[in-house]
């Protein structure tokens, strides 16, 4: 079974600074989609990035990166110039890409991301 | 624009009584997912749809969960009767045919069973 990893529960980060937050996830499939939400305060889940597996560049979206190892099963989030609307909880998620738009989407527990003024 | 409305926001109920989760996709999509999330065990696909038919309901933790999709303009959730470890934030998602590797989440509604 797919699994997700987020082995930070809770990251801090100065305004300003550069934080990663780190996903590891495992599955045996060699096509699948890997994804950052985010949470904030309001519940609202934002799209923040995703990345397809058969695309060896990492994706980038304004000062939001991604690290993306696939045999390492490795997929963390760069966040570059923290502003204190970055504060909020951070999900990684999977999708296996077989077939249709089933998006069946599997998260992991989150880490949540303090901004420091 | 793909968008969801989930209603109501919150709802505060006795143990035993009968709640009715409701979601409205505002735009075109084939999938419509519902997500449970707790502190305690993150987010949970409880059940989805594919072209209003349900696929996967191996997430619903119990018969008193009960999921339907009457059209492609509207989802419910129910559950009775209710317990306090139902007590969590329910979303529904979709998919957008054509943009098929993302989902769009309604705001959730926050229940409360005491």
């Known amino acids: 079974a797919q699994t997700v990893t987020q082995s930070q529960p809770e990251m801090s980060v100065q305004e300003a600074e550069t934080v990663t937050l780190s996903c590891t996830y495992d599955?045996?499939?060699?096509?699948?989609?890997l994804f950052w939400y985010k949470q904030p305060p309001s519940r609202q889940m934002i799209l923040v990035i995703r990345?397809?597996?058969?695309?060896?560049q990492n994706a980038t979206e304004n000062r939001f990166s991604v690290n993306f190892q696939k045999a390492a099963k490795s997929f963390s989030l760069k966040i570059s110039d923290s502003q204190l609307g970055d504060a909020a909880m951070y999900f990684c998620?999977?999708?296996?890409?077989?077939?249709?738009?089933?998006?069946?989407?599997?998260f992991g527990k989150g880490t949540k991301l303090s901004v420091k003024p | 624009d793909a968008g969801v409305i989930q209603s109501p926001r919150h709802e505060v109920t006795e143990m035993g009584q009968e709640v009715t989760l409701r979601c409205k996709p505002i735009?075109?999509?084939?999938?419509l997912f519902w997500y449970r999330q707790t502190m305690m065990r993150g987010l949970e696909l409880l059940i989805y749809?594919?072209?209003?038919?349900?696929?996967?309901d191996s997430g619903m933790p119990e018969d008193r969960f009960s999921a339907k999709m009457p059209n492609a303009s509207f989802s419910t959730l129910k559950i009775q009767p209710s317990e306090p470890r139902d007590s969590a934030v329910y979303f529904c998602?979709?998919?957008?045919?054509?943009?098929?590797?993302?989902?769009?989440f309604g705001q959730g509604t926050r229940l409360t069973v005491v």
């Open positions: 998602a979709i998919s957008v045919w054509g943009s098929d590797t993302e989902a769009f």
């Open positions: 599955t045996s499939e060699s096509d699948y989609y």
């Open positions: 990345q397809e597996a058969y695309k060896q």
């Open positions: 998620a999977y999708r296996i890409a077989n077939g249709g738009s089933q998006g069946n989407l599997i």
């Open positions: 735009s075109g999509h084939n999938s």
């Open positions: 749809f594919n072209n209003n038919v349900p696929i996967d």
